[in-house]
């Protein structure tokens, strides 16, 4: 069966460590990018507050997180375990949420980093360079958790749709020499 592993118990396994494993990069994710501000003397003062971006990855981080650590104790009770479609839809949902907070961290960091001169815009980073590091360095994390959502969520779909057959049946070569 490949990667997944031929055994359900491998799969549920992984699919334990993977949400184990995304926790601590939500919680660092969260803290790195709330502590986050610097004063400028010429500027002023930038904090995480002034940024619904920023918010937004926060909170979606923390929905995430607090679900993982969830979902990674319920996947061991017998009476969650046959709710395969609730964890399916659940992470496929925080899988979306946590790639649209990613790009738009992503566009923040390219507009604080290049500016946007059309609208004259100027690179933030030049003035702001440990608030840009430090958001940076939050993103970096946040992908992480985001790739770590995208493979709970090919698991999910996998534990939902291999109980099914397939819609149809695929020609054999023997049928298309006919």
């Known amino acids: 069966m490949g990667i997944l592993g031929s055994d359900a118990s491998n799969l549920q396994k992984m699919d334990f460590y993977i949400r184990l494993f995304v926790v601590p990069f939500n919680i660092a994710c969260i803290w790195i990018a709330v502590t986050t501000k610097q004063d400028n003397p010429t500027y002023g003062n930038l904090e995480f507050k002034d940024f619904i971006g920023l918010k937004y990855m926060v909170f979606i981080s923390a929905?995430?997180?607090?679900?993982?650590?969830?979902?990674?104790?319920?996947?061991?009770?017998?009476?969650?375990?046959?709710?395969?479609?609730?964890?399916?839809?659940?992470?496929?949902?925080?899988?979306?949420?946590?790639?649209?907070?990613?790009?738009?961290?992503?566009?923040?960091?390219?507009?604080?980093?290049?500016?946007?001169?059309?609208?004259?815009?100027?690179?933030?980073?030049?003035?702001?360079?440990?608030?840009?590091s430090r958001v940076k360095l939050a993103l970096s994390l946040h992908v992480i958790a985001v790739c770590c959502f995208l493979v709970l969520a090919v698991i999910s779909a996998y534990r939902v749709f291999r109980k099914f057959d397939p819609p149809f049946d695929l020609p054999s070569s023997k049928d298309a020499e006919q």
């Open 63 to 132: 929905i995430c997180g607090g679900y993982a650590l969830f979902a990674a104790v319920s996947s061991w009770l017998k009476c969650l375990l046959t709710k395969a479609w609730l964890f399916f839809i659940t992470d496929q949902v925080l899988a979306y949420l946590m790639m649209s907070s990613m790009a738009a961290q992503g566009e923040f960091i390219y507009l604080a980093y290049n500016g946007d001169r059309v609208v004259s815009w100027s690179q933030a980073c030049d003035s702001y360079g440990e608030f840009c």
